[in-house]
């Protein structure tokens, strides 16, 4: 890690209508350094990211590039200033080959021009050491590959600091080592990273220095050695963690004797191998596994979303049939699906339309939902779950991640559902967010709602969960509660259940 200031931003202004979305932030990047940049859904990390690209223009401060000063307009400007973003979502053509997504746009280079453009890509992935091939299509490509591929494009387009917001939340661990391996590599080649994740031990595992928002200010900056894991949370949420403390005891929630609300033998779906479930009232449980495992094939199977192809359903104990989702909205069902831009926000509608959406579609829309009940349902809801927005009117698709997915809770919660299904709530979201929704899940029990919760973080499932299905390869093997459900058991389970007999 050197210490050549290579970027610096001073007292950076953003003001949008009604919120001051960054109040005099600073931050500085040094060469050949990875840099952290932390904080909630909503503290002005992609709003910093925003104006340093060139998407929105900055109402106060200055930037310096290698000491200079630099007027960034657009993202064009960023890019031709050394700048360059590798987003969550892939933003190259999956059609096109891997040299040709590393060349688009640069057709007038001497590269493409000769036709020598995928000697020119091979050469650039065997340096950076990527698993590709300059002939192959990026859509065979995994998805650490493929931004793989846009990192190295960037490299090529000679990019001094390397933004990367959100790389490995799809990946799984040997693909985010060797992510993180590349990194390491450009690191060592002088280039600035500015890395954006939510993932706390990724944090420790690969940056030099950690920067913390929080509410559009700057909180500090630190060194990452020197600061504790507890300590960056604390200054994250903005208060100490005794309420995260006593999420960690086992959930005091007693279910054995309650009535069993939805029971499902040998269902399947066009995605999902046969299998039983059942959950009680008031109990949280949750399916768990590797990535892959069907967990969320098998909630879809039961919430109607993927077509039903075997099985049998009862509510109560009494007989149903659910093969799609309004049917099983009908039977008291809500369901908050694992990707949330794709199958949950309408990002044109505003939070008001967002939230009332579920409840006009079981009313049927001949009997629309009037606009002074919407807005009175848009305003609780926003104060209940305190979601972050500039007023009931603005468009989700502006609303930070962890208030979008705030926003499709209030829909789901609007309908008082018997029975809440929800697939990875809190990815991609902040510790507090997390911390909220935990907390919301267990009130909902109390108040006697069954919900079924599925996460990648085992520790957070263990915190949340009074029973486990576990499953590999879309088969359950095995069930947890008790004194069993611990990290430890749940890996065992994971790496050598045996499958129970379900075809």
Not at 109 to 122: C, L
Not at 412 to 421: G, N
Request: with cysteine.
């Amino acid at each position: 890690m050197q210490d050549k200031v290579l970027l610096q931003m001073r007292q950076i202004e953003k003001r949008f209508p009604g919120v001051r979305a960054l109040g005099g932030v600073d931050f500085t990047l040094r060469e050949g350094e990875i840099h952290a940049l932390m904080g909630e859904n909503g503290a002005g990390k992609s709003t910093l990211i925003k104006v340093l690209t060139g998407v929105y223009q900055m109402d106060g401060g200055e930037i310096k590039l290698d000491g200079e000063l630099i007027t960034i307009r657009s993202p064009q400007d960023a890019q031709n200033s050394g700048i360059s973003t590798v987003y969550q979502e892939i933003t190259l053509c999956p059609n096109l080959t891997v040299a040709e997504n590393m060349f688009i746009g640069r057709e007038d280079s001497a590269w493409v021009r000769h036709k020598d453009y995928e000697k020119r890509a091979d050469e650039i992935l065997g340096k950076l050491g990527i698993p590709a091939r300059s002939r192959q299509q990026l859509g065979d490509c995994s998805l650490a590959v493929q931004q793989m591929v846009a990192i190295a494009r960037a490299v090529d387009m000679k990019c001094k600091v390397l933004i990367l917001d959100e790389p490995t939340s799809s990946l799984d661990d040997k693909e985010v080592n060797m992510l993180f391996d590349l990194m390491r590599s450009l690191k060592s080649q002088g280039v600035g990273i500015i890395f954006v994740t939510h993932f706390l031990e990724q944090v420790y595992e690969v940056s030099d220095r950690i920067t913390v928002l929080r509410n559009g200010e700057l909180v500090g900056e630190y060194l990452t050695e020197e600061l504790p894991q507890v300590e960056l949370v604390a200054k994250m949420i903005g208060k100490e963690l005794d309420e995260l403390s006593s999420l960690r005891e086992e959930p005091d929630i007693v279910v054995e004797e309650k009535e069993v609300f939805y029971n499902a033998k040998g269902l399947s779906s066009s995605a999902a191998l046969p299998f039983d479930f059942s959950i009680r009232k008031g109990e949280v449980n949750g399916f768990t596994g590797l990535l892959g495992s069907g967990r969320s094939e098998s909630v879809r199977a039961i919430f109607g979303a993927d077509k039903v192809t075997g099985g049998s359903v009862s509510i109560k104990g009494k007989p149903v049939k659910i093969t799609r989702p309004v049917e099983a909205m009908k039977n008291g069902i809500g369901y908050l699906a694992e990707d949330r831009k794709r199958d949950g926000i309408i990002a044109d509608l505003s939070v008001r339309e967002n939230i009332i959406l579920a409840l006009q579609v079981m009313n049927g829309f001949f009997k629309p939902i009037s606009r002074s009940e919407s807005e009175a349902f848009a305003d609780e809801y926003i104060k209940v779950l305190n979601i972050k927005t500039a007023s009931r009117e603005t468009p989700i698709g502006s609303l930070s991640g962890g208030n979008q997915q705030k926003v499709i809770l209030a829909r789901w919660l609007l309908t008082h559902p018997d029975y809440l299904i929800l697939d990875e709530p809190t990815r991609g979201i902040d510790v507090g967010t997390k911390l909220e929704i935990q907390k919301l899940v267990l009130k909902l029990a109390e108040e006697g709602v069954s919900v079924t919760f599925i996460s990648s973080e085992v520790e957070e499932m263990l915190r949340t969960c009074s029973r486990l299905i576990v499953m590999r390869d879309r088969h359950v093997v095995g069930e947890l509660k008790g004194s069993d459900l611990n990290q430890e058991q749940v890996m065992k389970t994971i790496a050598g259940g045996e499958a129970k007999d379900e075809e």
